[in-house]
């Protein structure tokens, strides 16, 4: 049980190398705040809604021991008929800035400046950072930033993961996070709403792979899937790279007559270019494709890459089931098909430095001082991998049953 606080204790309480909390065993949830520096100010710690709350009432000494304990019992007694003295402490103050400047602090006007001022310039998946954040948008607007409260992002970040997306959730309020730091070093809000607030969901490291019996109604739900994701897909299968970079693939980084693909450096998650052999199953489906005039995507007929592959996805999954008699495929994502397509090349005997440059990665086998001085570029070894794992592929799909397409391609 915490001590009553007296004027001759609070005196005589020294600031240390950390900020202390002192807690004042008379009025309940009362705190005397000791920062580094000496400055010393009252707080009243509480919960609305099972959730804690911490309403700052002023500095000390301009405001006493005995002004602090009436202060305190006064938003305990408001707390008791449902209120929230913290919120309406923010609410005041939104509403007293309101009056001195333009509604520029409204949820879906930060966002807006958010996306236009920091991630377009400074990051290359900015419209997954929108897309992200619109949730927010949709479900605060007309509500000003600093009337967001902790409540209201526990509500949409609960919403998200009740419809089965949990790591979506953790995205999601990264960005929002994010996007709250920055609207408070441009002084659009005091402080995060983001504060204290843990992300909704635990993950794991994932290590799913697709097996040759699973990829399989992959492949062929691929077919009915349509343009442009049912491509995608099989260049996924067929490639091992990212879907942010075969979905934004223009023609100018296509040589269809020398089967390669130059991955940009700015294109690239390593910011390395990357080239890449194709195998004739791919080049024959970059040919199959429509080319639409005034556009520079392979997949795309506008000045933007194809989004929406949550969706895609959905359709995938339902057109494997209903494909496998309503069997779907164990629990998987996208990603999980790069992968599948590194095992699948390890599978059929292909050494750990080659699969490493197929993929682009800078760790494993190019990690460190290696990757400065190891400047060998495997292209024909690539080449070979590609091609071998691309009949592999072929193969599967044609419907030969797993063990013998190991054995016709295994030699």
């Known amino acids: 049980m915490a001590k009553a606080l007296t004027q001759f204790a609070i005196d005589n309480l020294i600031a240390g190398p950390a900020r202390r909390e002192v807690p004042d065993g008379h009025t309940r949830g009362l705190f005397l705040i000791i920062q580094p520096s000496g400055a010393k100010s ?121 419809r089965g997306a949990p790591v979506q959730a953790n995205r999601a309020f990264a960005q929002l996070r994010k996007m709250c730091r920055w609207a408070c070093s441009r002084g659009i809000i005091d402080r995060s709403p983001c504060e204290g607030i843990a992300r909704p969901s635990a993950e794991v490291s994932r290590d799913r792979v697709l097996n040759l019996d699973e990829l399989r109604p992959v492949w062929r739900a691929a077919d009915n899937l349509g343009f442009p994701f049912g491509p995608i897909v099989k260049l996924l299968v067929l490639t091992g790279q990212r879907r942010s970079e075969i979905g934004g693939m223009e023609w100018g980084e296509i040589d269809l007559s020398r089967a390669i693909w130059t991955i940009p450096a700015a294109r690239s998650k390593n910011r390395r270019q990357h080239v890449l052999p194709l195998s004739p199953q791919v080049v024959e489906i970059i040919e199959s494709l429509p080319r639409f005039s005034g556009s520079k995507f392979v997949f795309g007929p506008g000045e933007t890459a194809p989004s929406g592959f949550s969706h895609a996805k959905t359709r995938l999954d339902a057109l494997i089931a209903k494909m496998n008699g309503g069997e779907p495929v164990p629990p998987w994502v996208l990603h999980d098909l790069r992968r599948s397509a590194a095992s699948g090349f390890a599978g059929l005997g292909v050494n750990l430095p080659v699969i490493d440059r197929c993929l682009n990665h800078v760790c494993g086998s190019f990690a460190g001082i290696v990757g400065v001085y190891q400047r060998f570029n495997y292209a024909d070894e690539m080449r070979a991998a590609m091609e071998r794992w691309g009949r592999h592929v072929e193969a599967l799909a044609s419907g030969a049953p797993t063990n013998v397409v190991e054995l016709k391609l295994g030699a």
């Open 42 to 162: 009252w707080a009243l710690r509480y919960r609305v809604n099972g959730l804690p709350r911490k309403y700052t009432l002023g500095p000390h000494p301009a405001i006493g021991l005995g002004v602090a304990r009436r202060m305190a019992q006064e938003a305990l007694g408001s707390i008791a008929r449902g209120e929230d003295p913290a919120a309406q402490k923010r609410a005041r103050r939104a509403t007293a800035k309101a009056g001195k400047r333009p509604a520029s602090d409204l949820v879906e006007k930060v966002i807006d400046d958010f996306i236009a001022l920091y991630a377009k310039p400074n990051t290359r998946d900015w419209r997954e950072t929108e897309r992200l954040l619109k949730q927010f948008s949709v479900a605060w607007r007309g509500r000003r930033l600093a009337e967001i409260d902790k409540p209201d992002i526990h509500r949409v970040l609960d919403a998200i993961v009740a």
